[in-house]
C-alpha cells in the first residue's frame, strides 16, 4: 500500500489551487432572477403609460401599474423557491472521503482532495475525483450515473475511475489525477450549465401581441392623443392625457399576461403536491405540448437495482436453494449476491471454505462438507459436458436477461473449479422495473405521444426493458439498435429514429444529437433522466425532466424535477398542461375582444374627434364583468381537452369578428343618441355605450362557456345579475359608474345589442362549419371536454 502524499505537498497543491473544490451554480443567482422578470417588454411597455398617468396627477388611474408588480412577483418567488429546493440538494451524495497522507488514513470532505492524493474507495462510497486505480480488491463500480451502463464494472490495477462513479462491491484504492473542474463530471455538467427558457407557445403568442400591439400603438397613440387635446369634451391636458392612456391600456392584453402566470403558479402548487417541482412557469404547458418523450433507462423505467427474476431449474436437487443462499453469501457483498439473498437468505448448510468472487474467473464458490457449490457465468463454468444447459442460458441472454449458473461439484481445496461439475439451476436476474413504468408508458401511449428508450446500457438489455414496460415497436431484446452503428447526419438520424424506439450503448453526444434530429423533423421534444451522461440532452430538450435522486448537474438543467423519483407523476403534468392551455385559450379569447374593439373605438375617436364613448371608470366594469372575473374562473375551471397547435391564430379568428361586431355596435349606440338627442351630454351617450358593450360582451363570455356546465351557467348568470345591478341601482350606477340612465336609454340601448347578438351568431353560422377553431355549443373538436 502507498504511503499517499506528504503533509508538505498537500498544502503546496492547495496554494495552488489544485484542489477537488468546485463551485456548482444550481440555478440562477438572484439577481438574474429579479431582472428576467422585472424588465420585461410587458413591464416596459405598462410603465411608460404608468408613469404618463401618474405625470397628470390622477393616481387613481394608475391602478393598473399593480399588474407589473404582481406578474413579475409571481416569477420571481417561483424561481426563487425553485433555486432554495435545488440548492438544498447536493451534486455528490457523500460529504466526506477516505485519503491517504503520509502513510495515514484520513478523513477529510470532498472538496479537501487534492490533486495526486491517494484515495481509499469502499463499498457505498461515491467517488469524488478521476484517476487510475492502484489497489483493487473484488473493486466493482456502478456507473450508471455517467455512462447509463446498468452493469457492475470491474476495476483492476490501471484501470480508470471517474467521478459520480458509487462503489458497489469490494475496495480498493486509487491517485486522483483530476480534481475540481477538470473531472468527467464536472465537464459535462459545466457544458449543460447555459440557461434556456422554455419555449411557450401561450408566452410567445401574448408577447407576439403585445409587439405588434406596441407598433399599432405608435400609430394610433399620437393620433387619440391629438384628438382628445382637439375636443371640447377634456377641459385640461391632464384630461387628454388620461383620456389617451385609458384608451391605450383597453388596447392592451394586460390581464392575459396576469392571468396565464397565475393559471401556471395554480398548476404549479397543485404539482408541488404531488412532489413534482416546476423551476419554469411555462414548463407546465410544455410537457402538454410533447409529442415525442425520450426516456433514460437506468434510474427512470429500471431503480437501477439488480433482482432475482426467476430460477430454471436443470436437474433435480432439492438442497438448490440452500446452495445458492450460500453460495451468495459475501464478506463483501456485491450487487449480484444482495440480489439472491434477498430472495434466498436461509440455510442450513454449513460452509467449510470458501472462493471469493473474481472478475477474472468470473465465479465464486462454497465448499460444504460433501459438496462444492460454484455461483458464476455460464460461459466460465459450464465446460463439457453441458452443452443443453448452456444452449438454455445463452437463450436467455439473448433475450437481454442477465444469467448466472449453479454447478455441483465434488468438495475440492483451492481456487479451482472441481471436475465434472453438474449444472444444477439457472440464476436468471433482471433489473427492477419501476412498478409505475408500464402504466406510465400506456398513459402516453393512448395520449398518442411517441416514446423512444435511449440508454447507454447494453442494447438487448435496453430492448427487454422496453418491450416489458410496453414501448410500441418494441417486442423483445432484438429491437433495441445499437448506437454504434448510428449515422452522425441528424437527417439520417431521423430516419433511423423514426423506424426503432429502443437504442443502446449511446453516448451523451448522441442523446444530444437524437434529441437534435426529432426537432428538425419538427417534434416537441421531452428527455428524462438521472445520470450526468443526461445533462446535455436534458438542456437541450424542449423540456427536461429530472429525477429528484439523479445529479445535481441533470436537476439544474431541467425544467421539472420528480422529487420523489417517482414516473407516476408526469401524467399528472400533462394534465395540468392541458388544463392551462385550454382554458387560457378560451380566457385569452376574451381579453383580445377586447383589445380589438378598444383599437377600434380609439381609431374612431381619433378621426372623429369626439370624446372616448366610455369613461375609464365605465371600462373597468366591463373588463371585471364580461372578462376579469369569469376569466379567471374559466382558466382554473376542469378541463381535458387535447393540445392543438395554433393558439394565438384559432384565438385571433375569433376575436377580431366579435370585437368588430362590438365596437360598431358600441359606436351606433354612441352615435345615435348624439345624432338624434344633441341635447343628450357625453355621460348620456357614454351610458348607452356602456350597456350595449355589456350585453354582447355577456353573449360573448357564454360562447366561451361552451358547453354549459352548471358552475359555468351560474358563472354567466351571476355576471348578468351583477352588471344589471351596476346598471339599474342608482346609487351604484350614478354614484361610481357615472351613469344616466332612463328607460328609454336603456331600451335602446338593448335593442342594439341585440343586434350585437344577432350579428354575432349569423358570423358563427357562416364560419363554423368550415372552421373548427370557432366554439361550438356540444359538437365539433372540442365538445364534450370541458
Known amino acids: 500500500m502507498g504511503s499517499g502524499l506528504t503533509a508538505a505537498e498537500v498544502a503546496e497543491r492547495v496554494a495552488d489551487g489544485r484542489t477537488n473544490a468546485v ?59 425553485a433555486k432554495r429546493t435545488l440548492d438544498r440538494l447536493a451534486l455528490l451524495n457523500v460529504t466526506h472521503v477516505r485519503v491517504v497522507r503520509d502513510g495515514v488514513v484520513h478523513e477529510v470532505g470532498i472538496a479537501d482532495v487534492v490533486q495526486d492524493d491517494l484515495v481509499r474507495i469502499g463499498s457505498g462510497d461515491q467517488v469524488p475525483a478521476d484517476g487510475p486505480v492502484v489497489r483493487s480488491e473484488g473493486l466493482e463500480l456502478d456507473e450508471s450515473m455517467l455512462t447509463g451502463e446498468s452493469d457492475p464494472v470491474h476495476k483492476r490495477p490501471g484501470d480508470e475511475v471517474r467521478s459520480g462513479a458509487i462503489v458497489v462491491a469490494g475496495e480498493g484504492d486509487f491517485t486522483a489525477t483530476s480534481v475540481g473542474a477538470s473531472t468527467y463530471a464536472a465537464k459535462l455538467a459545466a457544458q449543460a450549465r447555459r440557461y434556456q427558457v ?28 391629438w384628438a382628445q387635446f382637439r375636443t371640447p369634451d377634456n377641459k385640461s391636458w391632464q384630461e387628454a392625457v388620461t383620456g389617451t392612456v385609458a384608451g391605450l391600456v383597453g388596447m392592451i392584453p394586460e390581464g392575459l399576461v396576469l392571468l396565464t402566470s397565475l393559471a401556471f403558479m395554480l398548476a404549479i402548487i397543485t404539482l408541488a403536491r404531488r412532489r413534482t ?9 410544455g410537457l402538454a405540448r410533447v409529442d415525442v418523450v425520450c426516456l433514460d433507462k437506468t434510474g427512470t423505467l429500471t431503480s437501477g437495482e439488480i433482482v432475482l427474476d426467476h430460477l430454471v431449474p436443470l436437474t433435480t436437487d432439492d438442497r438448490a436453494e440452500e446452495a445458492l443462499a450460500l453460495a451468495a453469501i459475501s464478506d463483501s457483498p456485491n450487487a449480484t449476491g444482495l440480489a439472491i439473498t434477498a430472495s434466498y437468505a436461509d440455510t442450513s448448510l454449513t460452509a467449510v471454505s470458501r472462493v471469493p468472487f473474481s472478475s477474472a ?32 442460458a445463452d437463450e436467455l441472454a439473448a433475450q437481454g436477461r442477465r444469467v448466472l449458473v449453479l454447478a455441483r461439484g465434488a468438495a475440492t ?45 447494453n442494447p438487448r438489455t435496453v430492448g427487454a426493458v422496453a418491450a416489458a414496460v410496453g414501448v410500441p415497436g418494441v ?53 428524462t433522466g438521472d445520470g450526468v451522461n443526461d445533462a446535455l440532452a436534458l438542456k437541450d430538450a424542449d423540456i427536461g425532466v429530472a429525477m429528484g435522486n439523479g445529479s445535481a448537474a441533470t436537476r439544474a438543467v431541467a425544467q421539472l424535477v420528480l422529487l420523489d423519483g417517482q414516473f407516476r407523476h408526469l401524467p399528472d403534468v400533462v394534465a395540468e398542461g392541458r388544463r392551462v392551455i385550454a382554458n387560457i385559450e378560451r380566457a385569452a379569447a376574451l381579453f383580445l375582444v377586447k383589445n380589438v374593439y378598444s383599437l377600434l373605438l380609439a381609431v374612431i375617436t381619433a378621426t372623429t374627434l369626439v370624446a372616448y364613448p366610455l369613461a375609464p371608470i365605465q371600462l373597468t366594469l366591463i373588463s371585471n364583468l364580461t372578462i376579469g372575473i369569469p376569466a379567471f374562473f374559466l382558466a382554473i375551471g376542469p378541463n381535458k381537452q387535447r393540445y392543438v397547435p395554433g393558439f394565438l391564430g384559432r384565438v385571433l379568428r375569433f376575436a377580431v369578428p366579435v370585437g368588430v361586431v362590438t365596437a360598431v355596435c358600441a359606436f351606433a349606440g354612441y352615435w345615435l343618441v348624439r345624432v338624434f338627442d344633441p341635447g343628450a351630454s357625453v355621460a348620456e351617450a357614454r351610458t348607452v355605450t356602456t350597456v350595449v358593450v355589456l350585453v354582447v360582451s355577456l ?60 350579428l354575432i351568431e349569423v358570423v358563427r353560422a357562416v364560419l363554423s362549419p368550415r372552421a373548427r377553431w370557432w366554439p361550438a355549443s356540444g359538437r365539433g373538436r372540442r365538445a364534450g371536454t370541458r
Request: charged residues 15%.
Open 699 to 758: 353573449w360573448t363570455l357564454s360562447i366561451q362557456a361552451r358547453p354549459f356546465r352548471l358552475w359555468k351557467a351560474g358563472l354567466v348568470a351571476a355576471m348578468a345579475v351583477l352588471a344589471a345591478t351596476a346598471v339599474l341601482v342608482p346609487p351604484i350606477g350614478h354614484g361610481i359608474f357615472l351613469l344616466e340612465v332612463t328607460p328609454r336609454r336603456v331600451l335602446g340601448a338593448l335593442a342594439m345589442g341585440a343586434v350585437g347578438i344577432a
Open 198 to 225: 422554455t419555449r411557450s407557445e401561450l408566452v410567445a403568442g401574448t408577447t407576439l401581441l403585445l409587439r405588434r400591439i406596441s407598433l399599432i400603438l405608435l400609430v394610433v397613440g399620437p393620433l387619440l392623443l
Open 413 to 457: 481445496d483451492g481456487d479451482q473449479l472441481p471436475a465434472q461439475l453438474v449444472p444444477v439451476t439457472l440464476v436468471v436476474l433482471a433489473e427492477q422495473i419501476r412498478d409505475d413504468a408500464a402504466p406510465t408508458m400506456r398513459y402516453f401511449t393512448d395520449q398518442g405521444v411517441t416514446l423512444k428508450v435511449i440508454s447507454g446500457d
Open 23 to 81: 463551485q456548482v451554480r444550481t440555478s440562477r443567482t438572484f439577481a438574474q432572477i429579479v431582472r428576467a422578470n422585472v424588465f420585461t417588454f410587458f413591464n416596459g411597455l405598462l410603465g411608460t403609460l404608468l408613469v404618463a398617468v401618474i405625470a397628470t396627477g390622477s393616481w387613481q388611474n394608475a391602478l393598473f401599474g399593480f399588474v407589473i408588480l404582481t406578474n413579475s412577483g409571481i416569477g420571481i418567488f417561483q424561481e426563487v423557491r
Open 361 to 392: 474467473r468470473k465465479w465464486q464458490s462454497v465448499t460444504t462438507a460433501t459438496d462444492t457449490w460454484v455461483l458464476g457465468a455460464p460461459e466460465m463454468v459450464l465446460v463439457d459436458g453441458t452443452t443443453d444447459a448452456r444452449a438454455q
Open 475 to 527: 417486442d423483445g431484446a432484438d429491437d433495441a439498435v445499437d448506437a454504434r452503428t448510428l449515422p452522425a447526419d441528424l437527417d439520417e438520424l431521423a430516419a433511423v429514429l423514426d423506424e426503432s424506439s429502443a437504442f443502446g450503448r449511446v453516448s451523451p453526444q448522441q442523446k444530444r444529437a437524437m434529441v437534435a434530429a426529432l426537432q428538425r423533423r419538427g417534434h416537441v421534444v421531452a428527455m
Open 277 to 285: 417541482l416546476v423551476q419554469e412557469l411555462p414548463a407546465v404547458e
